[in-house]
């Protein structure tokens, strides 16, 4: 009985700590997403609403992948500092200053924020590699497990990295297959 009652505690301590949602595909993310765009961090700005804190970050927009072209973009992520105060949720992005980041997001709400389609799982970020002079691009899922949905097995994401030219063309051959499919 002492070994359930402590594999519990280990359970339940570790899911605290970790936001636990379904895995999304590079094809589920770009169908979902109503802007996809290569861009750079410019600005953040802490707001509070209501008893919640949100950070906005604004982006500056270098390329658009998926849908209407815009120059600069507000993604809103719950959590972050005001005041001496700080809210922290796991599983949410969070951008540098000048981080460059290929984001799926999805439609903007009434103030024209934009909201990360699956969290973090809609945030590449983008670094150049001095060994093989190549920029990558790669999920930061930390503060994320996953569920299965058949089976319904939490694990943790392992996070691989891709050549952002190779990224960027996976994402347009699927807008190009969904603009096929529509016609």
């Given at each position: 009985?002492?070994?359930?009652?402590?594999?519990?505690?280990?359970?339940?301590s570790?899911?605290?700590?970790?936001?636990?949602?379904?895995?999304?595909?590079?094809?589920?993310?770009?169908?979902?997403?109503?802007?996809?765009?290569?861009?750079?961090?410019?600005?953040?700005?802490?707001?509070?609403?209501?008893?919640?804190?949100?950070?906005?970050?604004?982006?500056?927009?270098?390329?658009?992948?998926?849908?209407?072209?815009?120059?600069?973009?507000?993604?809103?992520?719950?959590?972050g500092?005001?005041?001496?105060?700080?809210?922290?949720?796991?599983?949410?992005?969070?951008?540098?200053?000048?981080?460059?980041?290929?984001?799926?997001?999805?439609?903007?709400?009434?103030?024209?924020?934009?909201?990360?389609?699956?969290?973090?799982?809609?945030?590449?970020?983008?670094?150049?590699?001095?060994?093989?002079?190549?920029?990558?691009?790669?999920?930061?899922?930390?503060?994320?497990s996953?569920?299965?949905?058949?089976?319904?097995?939490?694990?943790?994401?392992?996070?691989?990295?891709?050549?952002?030219?190779?990224?960027?063309?996976?994402?347009?051959?699927?807008?190009?297959?969904?603009?096929?499919?529509?016609k």
């Amino acid at each position: 009985m002492r070994r359930l009652v402590v594999a519990l505690a280990f359970l339940v301590s570790s899911l605290a700590l970790a936001t636990v949602m379904v895995p999304l595909s590079l094809k589920q993310l770009t169908d979902d997403a109503d802007l996809v765009v290569v861009g750079s961090c410019v600005d953040k700005q802490v707001v509070k609403s209501g008893k919640m804190i949100f950070t906005d970050y604004t982006i500056q927009v270098s390329e658009v992948l998926k849908g209407a072209t815009v120059k600069e973009v507000k993604v809103r992520q719950p959590g972050g500092e005001s005041g001496g105060k700080g809210v922290y949720v796991a599983g949410v992005a969070r951008f540098t200053p000048a981080e460059e980041a290929v984001l799926f997001l999805a439609r903007p709400g009434k103030d024209g924020a934009r909201d990360l389609i699956g969290w973090s799982q809609g945030k590449f970020h983008i670094y150049y590699d001095d060994k093989t002079k190549a920029r990558y691009a790669v999920q930061e899922l930390q503060g994320i497990s996953f569920m299965k949905k058949s089976t319904g097995e939490i694990t943790e994401p392992s996070v691989s990295r891709i050549e952002l030219k190779q990224l960027q063309t996976q994402v347009k051959s699927i807008v190009a297959n969904q603009k096929a499919d529509k016609k």
